[in-house]
Nanobody
Framework: QVQLVESGGGLAQPGGSLRLSCAAS????????MAWHRQAPGKKRDVVAS???????NYADAVKGRFTISRDNAKNTVYLQMNSLKHEDTAVYYC?????????????WGQGTQVTVSS
């Protein structure tokens, strides 16, 4: 079992920055994949960025060049640095973790943190 707690959301102006954190309740060293997703009102939840245990990173086209995902295994935390924020980045951001125990995959989600980009 892994509990995930997101933090760092809030209000930012267009062009501004925020850093989201996702703290896990246990070591993330063996967690195969961690990701950030977002869901705007009336829209489906989409993946924003992901990072594997070996450091392979992927970004959605909408955030490439503006967002950076990173993981600190020593702190059991994954981060999402968001720069050059746009109105369309407004959403609830969720952290997820996928872990394989040798026989099956387990998927975990945080409760989400609101990001609002507005002037």
């Amino acid at each position: 079992q892994v509990q995930l707690v997101e933090s760092g959301g809030g209000l930012a102006q267009p062009g501004g920055s925020l850093r989201l954190s996702c703290a896990a309740s246990r070591s993330i060293f063996s967690i195969n994949n961690m990701a950030w997703h977002r869901q705007a009102p009336g829209k489906k939840r989409d993946v924003v960025a992901s990072i594997t245990s070996s450091g392979i990173i992927n970004y959605a086209d909408a955030v490439k060049g503006r967002f950076t995902i990173s993981r600190d295994n020593a702190k059991n935390t994954v981060y999402l640095q968001m720069n050059s924020l746009k109105h369309e980045d407004t959403a609830v951001y969720y952290c997820s973790a996928d872990s394989y125990d040798g026989s099956k995959w387990h998927n975990y989600w945080g409760q989400g943190t609101q990001v609002t980009v507005s002037s």
